[in-house]
């Protein structure tokens, strides 16, 4: 008699979690910076070695009964969306479904309610999340712009550098414009310096672009000057 081998769903149940609660409250320079930090790495993906996914606002969820913490930024390596990304358990950052917490967490201080520096430097720690940075462009918890901790064991210990080892990326501060408005601004970094944006990427294959057509002017004007100059001298430049 033959027996009928039945897959047995062990996901948990999700039918009740809920995902999006649709209340942003970010402001301005938080929703900038978010994106700063979020675009470069898609625009120039070739930076981190592996699939990943960086995401803004997303609930991570390590725990059925437990409510999401919601990072403004985070980076987490070696996963990918799943294809049907309408289903309910791939609209977020579910543990148990992408098999690993995060890499790395940002938060943007905004003000001093958020507890940055405290529960949620327990809340990170304790699901896993090797680094956390918090970035204080307001300057609302003393005088460090940033700071950046690394899980050794259970628990954070402050660096002394940005440079992150287990990805493969760094973090740093850089003064710059970034959609017409001049700042101190968070960016990710590579050793040779900022990922640049799509749109920084493009400029600057603008200018090598009219560096070397400047430079093929020049040649040619050269070239010219050189056949001129062999014509006065009754020497054909063509023989």
């Known amino acids: 008699m033959s027996q009928i081998a039945t897959e047995v769903d062990l996901s948990p149940d999700i ?20 994106r700063l930090l979020t675009e470069p790495l898609y625009s ?16 991570v969820f390590y725990a059925v009964r437990q409510p999401p913490i919601v990072p403004d930024v985070f980076l987490s390596l070696e996963v990918e969306v ?10 977020t950052y579910l543990v148990w479904e992408f098999g690993k917490p995060p890499n790395v967490t940002i938060e943007i201080v905004s003000n001093k309610e958020g507890n940055e520096l405290g529960s949620k430097l327990r809340d990170y720690s304790r699901i896993g999340i090797a ?18 901790f690394e899980l050794r064991g259970n628990r954070y210990q402050e660096m002394t550098e940005t440079w992150l080892e287990q990805v493969g990326i760094g973090l740093t501060l850089w003064d710059g414009v970034f959609e017409g408005k001049h700042d101190r601004w968070l960016r990710w970094s590579t050793r040779e310096g ?20 400047q430079r093929a002017e020049r040649a040619e004007a050269r ?3 050189l056949e001129e100059q062999l ?4 020497i054909d430049p063509d023989v």
């Open 15 to 34: 039918r009740d979690l809920e995902i999006e609660d649709d209340t942003p409250v970010d402001n301005l320079i938080t929703e900038k910076q978010q």
């Open 44 to 59: 120039q993906s070739s930076v981190l070695d592996c699939p990943f996914l960086v995401a803004a606002n997303v609930g």
């Open 82 to 91: 799943p294809e049907n990304w309408r289903e309910k358990k791939n609209r």
């Open 131 to 148: 680094y956390y940075a918090v970035f204080d462009p307001l300057q609302q918890l003393g005088d460090t712009l940033l700071r950046v």
């Open 194 to 213: 900022v990922v640049p944006t799509g749109a920084e990427q493009a400029e600057q294959e603008r200018q090598r672009a009219e560096q070397e057509r």
């Open 223 to 225: 070239a010219t000057r």
């Open 231 to 234: 014509r006065t001298m009754g």
